[in-house]
């Protein structure tokens, strides 16, 4: 019985939590991936340079510090404007979603995994991340009508208490 109880606690926890499996990233896996960009820039070819801006892509949308995640948006917005093969659209595309995630832009976020999945319809990282993004859509709008009920149940008590009072 305890067990019942405590797995429906844990589920009421990560419905208002969040309870998403997207991973977070540390700053100073940031500070290495920058020191990393800024060797591959001063000696490195065009590839390594290319791979180290992604890795520090992928590094900054996944920070739990908005800031960070707004740079990484910028980052990878910028460089979609040069035409890259398939793949690597893809993975721009994946990432831009999961950072417009973390910012809490939701629509957005669905837009970019939806054009990820035109590239790659079995990509399961993306399915995965379009499920979170719907989940976590559904919640919010769950939450948006219990706050709702609750403001006109209070507003409909006071209106009765006051009536209540006049009498």
Request: glycine share 10%; net charge neutral.
């Amino acid at each position: 019985m305890d067990a019942k109880i405590g797995k429906f606690f844990d589920s009421i926890g990560s419905f208002f939590g969040g309870g998403d499996q997207i991973p977070w990233c540390d700053r100073d896996i940031i500070a290495g991936c920058e020191r990393e960009v800024a060797e591959a820039s001063n000696d490195g070819s065009d590839k390594q340079k290319s791979e180290s801006l992604m890795r520090l892509s992928w590094a900054l949308v996944h920070s739990r510090q908005a800031e960070d995640v707004q740079r990484g948006i910028a980052m990878l917005e910028a460089s979609l404007v040069n035409s890259s093969p398939p793949l690597q659209q893809r993975e721009k595309l994946y990432l831009l979603a999961v950072g417009y995630y973390r910012t809490g832009e939701y629509a957005r976020s669905r837009q970019l995994v939806e054009q990820c999945l035109e590239i790659a319809p079995d990509w399961r990282q993306a399915l995965t991340l379009k499920k979170t993004i719907e989940d976590r859509i559904a919640k919010d709008g769950v939450i948006g009508i219990g706050i709702t009920a609750t403001a006109v149940g209070l507003i409909a008590g006071g209106i009765a208490a006051a009536l209540a009072r006049k009498k």
